[in-house]
């Protein structure tokens, strides 16, 4: 416990110095959905994000995205310093919408997913994954 | 919650439900010191299938004493509710008799008073006796263990678990599931698996590689009992990465995965369960939502958050059931199963009272064969201590005081911080502390005691990261640990307040200043989850400094102040 995992070193000898990391703005998510959707119009639901509630490791967070029936899915992490993590295309062939990579995540925040749906709408999905510095179990 | 009744009836959707608690029906026979082994097993046999549950005994072998909480705080939606109802209000709301067996085995009030009446808890030879008498009644009774089983004694460490798989192994426990098991380390699990013989579950093991389930470990199990095919599906803690040194099972990955849970439950129950069981090391809260939210659950064996529960607690059609910890209890449940479905319950939470209850010799002889290579290194006495020690309860126990004393005193720091575990047994004030019961309240396998020095602004941030894990009002967002506890700061702490925002008036408080959040201040404290971290063991920080003082006696700890109840 203790210790933001893999940014601290306690017990080290060394002074442990907390780490403050940046934020995006609000804007800047804004902006890149709006860079993505042109502008239109994003209703809730259709998407499916999967995600721990809580990261076991804040630099790899296994997140997995599901929008059946998208062509495209952009996936940003609205609380890192900038907000963009991938663009995922399905083309024709592909069986199924869904993509699933890691993403480090530099505290708690929503993983928000924004997809584009082959009818030219676009669907928004989030969720929320907690990066803590750790508790300690019973 | 279920009403006390003699009989009760709780009719569930189309099915009549109905269950009995047994657990009040001696007490008026206890306040009369007049408790037997009969009474406490006395039990009318129902049904067609009997579940025998313990769970986290932390490698407690012998009778100890273990006073229940003062503190267990409930925020949100299970604000007031089982678990979270402590002291007087558990004694009125389950309707115990004051000074009774029951209320002294349940709550903490009273607690030396009653201990010197009613005397120590738990010892697997005890539990032995309850389990044999048990399959006397119904042989094919199922015994299954929820984890937190092979940490947390000296001769655990000593044998790395062996000392208790080979005690549960006796005891005869047919599926498990884990948490502490894997501080042993990912190669002693798997040594240990390898040769148990039965299985090791757990739904939301991983490999953390692919990120897929672990082909390890199984998810569920089956058991065909009383003509009833009974699946059993593991669900490990889930935040053993986070809580726990995940360094030591680098090739594994948990969590809650209740989508998975639901995925299990289709799949046994596509197979023909009639009835499915999840072993858990959830935690209660994390298992009250979980149930909630995943449908076909006959019953959850809960564990983790250490809750002893007289009834069970129901949520649609799944009753939860709480053992309590350290082997202070032992749940038996009757189930009447038919055409596929539960129908009825009768439950008994047996408590485990040491000196009611005849140890079984074959046990007893093998728990002493167990400790011999070690009885002297156990058994010396250390110092004394005039003070009752505990440790159970949200904010610090007079243990944690005096691990914060010891580590601040050795080490010569200002301030002190010790994890907010909930294993450890108590001590009576008089008794005499030995080093194992030291160990009892300190042993693992990442017992560093580190020197170094953090910054009042990050002191801040690390007790409002572990307030979130206990005070979040999202269940799954919690650790089921309790607060870390602090020497030598006092802070106020708000637990209705949101995340970053409970934590107030920190004081360094020997001079009684502000803390600075610029200043660097020197921190000890032990169990970091980092690797390589350096210093003594905290049992020897400890040890030495008991014999320093020689007897301990401690001063009431007001640093807390709690507010947003």
Redesign the interface.
């Known amino acids: 416990?203790?210790?933001?995992?893999d940014t601290?070193?306690?017990?080290?000898?060394?002074?442990?110095?907390?780490m403050v990391p940046g934020v995006a703005s609000a804007s800047a998510v804004d902006d890149a959905i709006s860079a993505f959707t042109g502008g239109a119009s994003v209703t809730d639901g259709g998407v499916t994000i999967?995600a721990?509630?809580?990261?076991?490791?804040g630099n790899t967070v296994?997140i997995a995205v599901d929008a059946p029936g998208a062509t495209e899915i952009l996936l940003l992490a609205a609380g890192n310093p900038t907000p963009g993590v991938a663009k995922f295309g399905f083309g024709e062939g592909a069986a199924t919408s869904r993509a699933?990579t890691r993403i480090r995540l530099g505290g708690?925040q929503d993983v928000v997913a924004i997809a584009k749906m082959s009818d030219g709408s676009f669907a928004r999905g989030a969720v929320e994954v907690?990066v803590?510095?750790?508790?300690?179990?019973? | 919650m279920i009403s006390r009744r003699e009989f009760l009836q709780a009719s569930i959707a189309a099915s009549a439900l109905y269950g009995i608690s047994g657990f009040g029906n001696w007490s008026k026979l206890s306040a009369q010191q007049a408790l037997t082994q009969d009474d406490l097993l006395r039990f009318d046999t129902f049904g067609n299938v009997s579940l025998i549950h313990i769970t986290?005994i932390h490698a407690h072998l012998k009778p100890i004493w273990f006073r229940e909480p003062e503190w267990n705080i409930g925020v949100g939606g299970v604000k007031g509710k089982p678990p979270h109802v402590v002291g007087k209000d558990f004694i009125e709301m389950f309707n115990l008799t004051p000074g009774s067996a029951d209320a002294y085995a349940l709550t903490y009030v009273d607690f030396e008073a009653l201990g010197r009446t009613y005397g120590r808890m738990g010892g697997m030879d005890r539990v032995a006796t309850v389990v044999n008498a048990i399959r006397a009644d119904r042989p094919d009774a199922l015994l299954l263990d929820g984890g937190?089983t092979w940490h947390g004694s000296m001769t655990s460490y000593l044998t790395k678990g062996q000392d208790v798989v080979n005690v549960m192994n006796a005891l005869g426990v047919e599926a498990m599931t884990s948490?502490?098991e894997w501080t042993f380390g990912q190669d002693r699990v798997r040594e240990i698996v390898a040769d148990l013989p039965f299985p090791f579950l757990g739904q939301n093991i991983f490999d953390n590689e692919w990120?897929e389930p672990s082909e390890e470990f199984d998810p569920y199990t089956w058991f065909e009992r009383g003509g009833v095919k009974i699946a059993v599906i593991g669900q490990a803690?889930?935040?053993?990465?986070?809580?726990?040194p995940?360094w030591k099972f680098p090739d594994f990955?948990?969590?809650?995965r209740d989508?998975r849970m639901q995925e299990m439950v289709d799949e046994v129950r596509a197979q023909g369960a009639d009835l499915v069981v999840v072993l858990s090391h959830n935690?209660f809260d994390v298992d009250r939502q979980m149930a909630s939210r995943v449908t076909g659950i006959d019953v959850v064996l809960t564990g983790?958050?250490?809750d002893a529960l007289p009834e069970p607690v129901i949520v649609g059609e799944t009753l939860l059931i709480a053992s309590g910890?350290h082997g202070k209890f032992v749940t038996r449940l009757d189930l009447d199963v038919r055409d596929g479905r539960m129908m009825g319950f009768r439950h008994k939470l047996i408590p485990i009272f040491a000196d009611v209850i005849a140890p079984d010799p074959e046990m007893a002889a093998l728990i002493d064969n167990e400790r011999a290579p070690y009885k002297d290194q156990l058994e010396e006495v250390i110092g004394h201590t005039d003070s009752l020690l505990y440790r159970r309860g949200n904010f610090n126990g007079t243990w944690d005081d005096l691990i914060c004393e010891a580590i601040m005193e050795e080490r010569d720091t200002e301030i002190a911080?010790s994890?907010?575990?909930?294993?450890g047994a108590s001590l009576l004030p008089g008794d005499a502390i030995t080093r194992e019961d030291i160990h009892s309240v300190t042993s693992m396998t990442y017992g560093?005691c580190?020197?170094?020095?953090?910054?009042g602004?990050?002191l801040k941030?690390?007790l409002e990261?572990?307030a979130?894990?206990?005070f979040n009002p999202d269940p799954?967002?919690q650790?089921?640990?309790?607060m870390?506890r602090i020497g030598g700061l006092g802070y106020r702490v708000d637990v209705s307040a949101p995340?970053n925002q409970r934590i107030s008036d920190m004081t360094l408080l020997s001079t009684g200043e502000a803390i600075d959040p610029a200043r660097?201040y020197v921190v000890g404290?032990w169990?970091?989850?980092?690797p390589?971290?350096?210093?003594p063991q905290i049992w020897d920080v400890v040890e030495n400094h008991i014999r320093k003082i020689g007897r301990v006696a401690l001063e009431p700890n007001t640093s807390v102040q709690v507010t947003g109840l």
């Not at chain 1, 601290?8 to 442990?16: F, Q, S």
């Not at chain 2, 580190?450 to 910054?455: A, D, I, P, S």
């Not at chain 2, 390589?532 to 210093?535: D, P, S």
């Open positions: 416990m203790l210790t933001r995992r601290m070193a306690l017990g080290l000898g060394v002074a442990a110095v907390a999967s721990p509630e809580i990261a076991e490791n296994p699933a708690t907690k803590t510095i750790g508790g300690c179990g019973g | 986290d937190d948490h502490w990120n803690f889930p935040y053993m990465p986070i809580a726990n995940g990955s948990f969590g809650i989508q935690g983790h958050t250490h910890s911080m994890p907010g575990v909930r294993w560093e580190y020197r170094t020095e953090m910054t602004d990050f941030v690390v990261d572990v979130d894990n206990i799954y967002f650790q089921g640990g309790d870390v995340v660097n404290g169990a970091s989850v980092n390589e971290t350096e210093g």
